[in-house]
Each structure stands twice: as structure tokens, then as C-alpha cells.
């Protein structure tokens, strides 16, 4: 009897949606870091189709068994829209956390950090209450696009 046979629907989406994450965050991140340590030779084309390559393997493999949210928002938004019962939000967050945190040790410390991740810093000759309300507003978007795309099934 093989492994999958073994595990229960609920630790098979842990699984899945750890996985998913993971690859997502290394195909993101590493895509730049890799862009950063060539100093440009992919360009901007392989930044930006390595999420989506990742994305799409991600679904393709584990959509029949997690619905493949990778991200706490998506899983916000089958939560809100009733795609997803209650119980399973603690599941999917931290598979999604733990996912996220490897693939980022991952990037870390396999392909490299060149591309100074996580310095971002707000532009303070901005008052602090425009920052956080484009933050607030750009978090609304997010959310009521994918609601949307929950919501009406794509």
C-alpha cells in the first residue's frame, strides 16, 4: 500500500497546499534572485513567467485535492464565498505559512540573495496615513478580485 493510501483528505491537502506554496515562492523569489545574481541576462520575460509556470504546474497537480489557494488570501476568499467549510482555515494557513517559510529558506540559501528581498520600504515623503491607506485600498482590490473570481467560479 503506497503512502497516499495511507493519509487522510485533510493531510493530503496539508501536503498539497505545503508543496504548492513552496514551489510558488521559490519560482517567484528565485526567479529574481537568479535575474539579480546574472545581473539581468533573463530579463524581466522570466521574472514574470516563472510565477505563472508554478502557478499553473501547482494547480495541474493538486487542484483535485487542495483546490490549490497557495496564498491566504484565496483561502480568505473560498471562505467568504462558502467554497470551503470553517474548519479547515487553521489547515490551509499553516500549510501555506510552513510552505512559504521553506521556500523562502530555500531561495535563502540554495540560489542565492542577491536581489535584496524584503527591502522594500514605503517612500516616507508620503504622510503615514496615504501609505496605509493605499495599502488598505490595495488589499481591498486584491481581495474583491479574487471574491470575484471565487465567487462567479473564474
Keep these: ?16 497546499e505545503v508543496i504548492g506554496t513552496f514551489v510558488l515562492v521559490v519560482f517567484a523569489t528565485g526567479s529574481v534572485v537568479l535575474d539579480a545574481k546574472y ?7 522570466f521574472v514574470a513567467l516563472a510565477p505563472a509556470v508554478a502557478v499553473a504546474l501547482m494547480v495541474y497537480a ?3 485535492i487542495s483546490m490549490s489557494h497557495f496564498n491566504p488570501a484565496v483561502t480568505v476568499g473560498f471562505l467568504i464565498t462558502k ?14 505559512i510552513i510552505g512559504a517559510l521553506l521556500g523562502s529558506i530555500f531561495v535563502k540559501y540554495v540560489i542565492g540573495t ?9 517612500d516616507y515623503h508620503f504622510p503615514i496615513h496615504v501609505i496605509v491607506g493605499v495599502e488598505v485600498l490595495a488589499t481591498a482590490l486584491l481581495m474583491a478580485v479574487i471574491l470575484a473570481a471565487v465567487h462567479t467560479g473564474g
Design 62 to 64: 493538486f487542484g483535485k
Design 114 to 122: 542577491e536581489a535584496n528581498l524584503g527591502a522594500n520600504a514605503p
Design 39 to 45: 545581473v539581468g541576462k533573463f530579463g524581466l520575460w
Design 83 to 96: 467554497h470551503m467549510p470553517k474548519n479547515l482555515l487553521p489547515l490551509y494557513f499553516a500549510a501555506e
Design 1 to 16: 500500500m503506497n503512502l497516499t493510501n495511507r493519509l487522510t483528505s485533510n493531510q493530503k491537502r496539508f501536503f498539497a
